[in-house]
């Protein structure tokens, strides 16, 4: 409830200028971003590879209203694949992609093509590309590109979201040999008529999920910071006998960031969705919403320092 009000707020233009514009937002950035430049979001993968991690990173931008705005996406992608290549991190740093950073609410076919450049150019560099997962109306279109993808370049990923009704379906249909499949919970306000309302229900639909993905021969990706959930797929996962080099866990840049290092120290492959880039609102207001008291953080900060409780 309160992360879909927050959301809501999100939208409007008034709170956008004023998160956008204030100072503090600045600390709040650093926190869940690289920085502004390629180079920044490769120096930074760099000193995570060498704590045993890896990384997807994502060039921050989304929903793009034309033809410009998805060819600079993907100039900014095959930037960036060119610095991991000339830095040698290609084969610990892949890289995310929002195929409505690339033209899908504009045109699938467009996505298609902008998206081919960019895996093309990843298996090139010897790298991989994972398709993030925006909200229900873009499932299905972005499904079918994954699938247009996949036939050329197997180790595409994709992203389903266990709050979604379909999800455990759509498992069913990705848990092929190899095929790279990220479980995550689900970070955009749905409606209850294609998405479960409680987070105990998307907590059940996420174990369910995962259970079908280990059980299968496809790789998982298990994007999560839920230490109950952390705790069902380790079990899980020596359950159905799974390597740790079998599956993965994924957690945010900014969060827990010593539970993923306590992991990768434990055996498990950890990587860590690493975004940058200036257009980073969006991203923010989501990271916000999953966690009240990251907004309550925001709010003192934006008092005066007389007004703010110690
Ligand atoms: P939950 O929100 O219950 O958090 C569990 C605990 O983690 C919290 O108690 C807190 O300690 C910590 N935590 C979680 N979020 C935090 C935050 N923002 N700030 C501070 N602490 C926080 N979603 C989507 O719709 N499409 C996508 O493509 C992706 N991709 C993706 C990749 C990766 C690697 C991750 C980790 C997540 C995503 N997500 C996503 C986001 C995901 O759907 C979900 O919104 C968040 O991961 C929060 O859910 P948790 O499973 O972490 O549980």
Wanted: overall charge neutral; hydrophobic content about 45%.
């Amino acid at each position: 409830m309160l992360r879909s009000l927050i959301l809501a707020a999100a939208g409007n233009p008034a709170v956008r200028k004023l998160v956008a514009t204030a100072p503090v937002s600045r600390y709040v950035v650093d926190r869940f971003v690289a920085g502004a430049s390629a180079g920044r979001a490769v120096a930074v993968s760099s000193v995570l590879v060498s704590d045993g991690l890896r990384v997807t990173l994502d060039h921050l931008g989304e929903s793009v209203t034309d033809e410009a705005g998805a060819e600079s996406t993907v100039a900014a992608y095959l930037e960036l694949l060119g610095c991991l290549a000339s830095e040698g991190l290609t084969s610990c740093v892949e890289a995310s992609l929002k195929l409505s950073a690339v033209g899908e609410r504009l045109d699938e076919a467009l996505a298609l093509h902008h998206a081919s450049r960019i895996c093309a150019a990843a298996e090139q560099l010897g790298t991989t590309v994972t398709l993030d997962a925006e909200d229900h109306t873009l499932t299905e279109s972005t499904l079918r590109i994954h699938a247009e993808l996949r036939r050329k370049w197997p180790k595409t990923g994709a992203v389903l979201q266990a709050q979604l009704r379909r999800t455990l379906e759509d498992c069913r249909a990705l848990a092929l040999v190899g095929a790279r499949v990220r479980l995550c919970k689900g970070a955009y306000a749905e409606p209850s008529e294609v998405a479960f309302a409680t987070s105990d229900e998307v907590a059940h639909s996420f174990v369910r999920c995962a259970n079908l993905l280990l059980a299968a021969p496809c790789y998982p990706m298990f994007a999560t910071h839920d230490p109950r959930l952390i705790d069902i797929v380790s079990e899980r996962a020596h359950w159905y006998g799974r390597l740790s080099d079998s599956f993965e866990y994924q957690m945010l840049y900014g969060v827990r960031p010593d539970e993923q290092r306590r992991l990768a120290r434990a055996g498990y492959t950890v990587r860590v969705y690493l975004p940058y880039g200036s257009d980073w609102y969006a991203y923010l207001t989501r990271r916000l919403a999953e966690r009240p008291s990251n907004v309550a953080f925001f709010l003192r900060a934006l008092l005066p320092s007389r007004d703010r409780s110690p």
